[in-house]
T-cell receptor
């Protein structure tokens, strides 16, 4: 059973701090890694994706991937109260459910609270 | 407007009734998906479709039926609703290897 693990939180950080969200996955064959943000009562929205080892930066967000450790993280710099949401880590393997699309396995999410 | 829309947003039904959740996308994405989201389980794949007339089971398909006669539509039917199917249902679409785009969700309550 392929699994994606996240701390459920809540993770509480003060405004302006760096929030660090972590995710581990069990399938060494996983190839694509995604972070989604979900506000309460809303649908998930994509923040970032990363395919290669190392860091990928987009504005205040940095995704970090370490395939050897089967670990992916999301850093949010200068955290704002509007960043308060649940962050879902999703991992895609190869061909689990048909062809190259594979199956996206979601973690249960980490709830982030940014305090003013 | 371009995007992915789900209907209804909220639905209350009784045990044993048939209910259909609708999903429509205007991007002409090849892939469409149905997920359910429950506390303690996260998002779980019910069914997916790689193209019109091609559908396949996901992680939790029991009790659900899908069809895809047109690329833009992917309805999900609960043939005989059970209380365990009370959940929030998300439809999503994508092109191959591209990230998913989610609809706004349908909150289904089975009494």
């Amino acid at each position: 059973q392929k699994e994606v693990e996240q701390n459920s939180g809540p993770l509480s950080v003060p405004e302006g701090a760096i929030a660090s969200l972590n995710c581990t996955y069990s399938d060494r064959g996983s190839q694509s890694f995604f972070w989604y943000r979900q506000y309460s009562g809303k649908s998930p929205e994509l923040i970032m994706f990363i395919y290669s080892n190392g860091d990928k930066e987009d504005g205040r967000f940095t995704a970090q991937l370490n395939k050897a450790s089967q670990y992916v993280s999301l850093l949010i710099r200068d955290s704002q109260p509007s960043d308060s949401a649940t962050y879902l880590c999703a991992v895609k393997g190869y061909g689990d459910y048909g062809g190259s699309q594979g199956n996206l396995i979601f973690g249960k999410g980490t709830k982030l609270s940014v305090k003013p | 407007d371009a995007g992915i829309t789900q209907s209804p947003r909220y639905k209350i039904t009784e045990t044993g009734r048939q209910v259909t959740l609708m999903c429509h996308q205007t991007w002409s994405h090849s892939y469409m998906f149905w997920y359910r989201q429950d506390l303690g389980h996260g998002l779980r794949l019910i069914y997916y479709s790689a193209a019109a007339d091609i559908t396949d089971k996901g992680e939790v398909p029991d009790g659900y039926v899908v069809s895809r006669s047109k690329t833009e539509n992917f309805p999900l039917t609960l043939e005989s609703a059970t209380r365990s199917q009370t959940s929030v249902y998300f439809c999503a679409s994508s092109e191959a290897e591209a990230p998913l785009h989610f609809g706004n969700g349908t909150r289904l309550t089975v009494t």
